[in-house]
């Protein structure tokens, strides 16, 4: 199998203060990971790609001095939420690319985060 | 125009109903295509791949029309248990995933 985890699974700060989320792939190591968010009834929107041992690559509209990613390892990736306000409350997934060698497109999902900030 | 598009539903059904999802993409370029479910409050997981020549997995079935840039997903025998968001997703570029907004699906005994 192929197994995602984030933490925190949720997480309640200040406006204003900063918060970090943790992805990791726990038994396969992925040079790719995305980050995703998901406001309620919306789809997933892809942010950013996570790439190891470089800068990661953002969408457009996305405030890369707001969302700092960090891919310091093939197996985890952080998102950092800079100075957040209630407007960043939402749902926070990330992905890991398991690449098959074959040319497939195997994401696995991590749990995703819950953030609220108040 | 958005590029992968669903009909958000919800899709209230009873136990035993066939349903049908529509989704439609913009993107002509796109490679491979995909239906992911969601349920509330939880990550999305892959439920099938769709291809062209269409394909089943026990009660779901998945269909590609690459020329009218459509795809569908039909399931028959519907249980308690299918209720969720249903996900269509297309690949896009540097192996990334394009989600539409999902429908929902209720099944109701």
């Known amino acids: 199998g192929a197994v995602v985890s984030q933490h925190p699974s949720w997480v309640i700060c200040k406006s204003g203060t900063s918060v970090k989320i943790e992805c990791r792939s726990l038994d396969f190591q992925a040079t790719t990971m995305f980050w995703y968010r998901q406001f309620p009834k919306q789809s997933l929107m892809l942010m950013a790609t996570?790439?190891?041992?470089?800068?990661?690559?953002?969408e457009q509209g996305v405030e890369k001095d707001k969302f700092l990613i960090n891919h310091a390892s093939l197996t985890l990736s952080t998102l950092t939420v800079t100075s957040a306000h209630p407007e960043d409350s939402s749902f926070y997934i990330c992905s890991a690319f398991k690449g098959t060698g074959t040319g497939g497109n195997e994401q696995y999902f991590g749990p995703g985060t819950r953030l609220t900030v108040t | 125009r958005k590029e992968v598009e669903q009909d958000p539903g919800p899709f209230n059904v009873p136990e035993g109903a066939t349903v049908a999802f529509n989704c439609t993409y913009s993107?002509?370029?796109?490679?491979?295509f995909f239906w992911y479910r969601q349920d509330c409050r939880k990550e999305p997981k892959l439920l099938m791949s769709v291809y062209s020549s269409g394909n089943e997995d026990g009660r779901f079935t998945a269909q590609l029309n690459r020329a009218s840039q459509y795809i569908s997903l039909l399931i028959r025998d519907s249980k308690l248990s299918d209720s969720a968001t249903y996900l269509c997703v297309r690949s896009g570029g540097y192996n990334k995933l394009i989600f539409g907004a999902g429908t929902r699906l209720a099944v109701h005994p």
């Open positions: 996570s790439n190891e041992g470089s800068k990661a690559t953002y």
């Open positions: 993107n002509s370029a796109s490679q491979s």
